[in-house]
């Protein structure tokens, strides 16, 4: 998972960034009038692919961004990190379109727990795990397996295949994971980076199975299918 983040201070930040890739989560850190700006306008079928975690000091309006940030057009799931929050001002924040609100003291288990809980609701998920034939893809950092046995593979890579698993048996855009790769990000590799993220991406996985199969199809013109292998 790959989540935008803007947060004034510095130490949570430079929390979040270390513990969340714990988690298997990448986080990119943006300003503030960048997320605004560009937020709007990524594609919708990407936007709900990349979280943004927003964090405010004490007693800052949280609101009046939220308010902003939807205003704007972003339909990202969205995230407030904000201690001490009072109820009232809480309601208003999830009111204003904020997904969820974390005032309580950081916990980096469970800011890891509520943004895969947010991707869960995007695509209608109950479970940690989709399976695909014996093929397994677990949404919380893992890495997959193929009839019980570990396939170890990139983070670029389980980006790749958990979004072909949000989306299993339904072809993505090559767009759409490209974007859920770089979109807003000042690093914007060649478009030919995906192909290779997909072709080291099937050989792993192919390895392991002996059948020559890794299950993710492509469609020409189109983009990418996870089916069963």
């Avoid at 869960?120 to 399976?131: A, C, H, I, K």
């Amino acid at each position: 998972m790959r989540v935008i983040l803007h947060d004034p201070d510095q130490n949570r930040a430079a929390g979040l960034i270390t513990e969340l890739k714990r988690h298997g989560i990448t986080v990119d850190v943006l300003p503030k009038t960048a997320i605004l700006n560009g937020a709007s306008g990524l594609d919708e079928n990407v936007a709900r692919l990349l979280p943004v975690v927003l964090g405010f000091a004490t007693g800052e309006n949280a609101e009046t961004t939220t308010r902003q940030l939807r205003k704007s057009g972003s339909t990202n799931p969205l995230l407030i990190l904000q201690t001490d929050i009072p109820p009232n001002d809480l309601a208003r924040i999830l009111d204003a379109g904020a997904d969820d609100v974390v005032s309580s003291t950081l916990n980096y288990d469970e800011i890891a727990a509520r943004l895969r809980a947010l991707t869960r609701r995007q695509f209608g998920l109950r479970t940690q795990e989709v399976q695909a034939g014996d093929l397994t893809v677990y949404l919380d950092g893992r890495h997959p397996n193929l009839a019980g046995k570990p396939i170890k593979i990139s983070a670029s890579e389980q980006t790749i295949l958990r979004i072909l698993a949000l989306n299993l048996g339904k072809v993505v855009h090559r767009d759409v994971l490209f974007d859920a790769l770089y979109a807003l990000a000042d690093y914007q590799p060649y478009a030919k980076a995906l192909d290779v993220h997909i072709c080291k991406l099937r050989r792993k996985i192919e390895t392991l199975s002996g059948k020559g199969s890794s299950g993710i199809q492509t469609y020409t013109g189109q983009g990418y299918a996870l089916n069963a292998p």
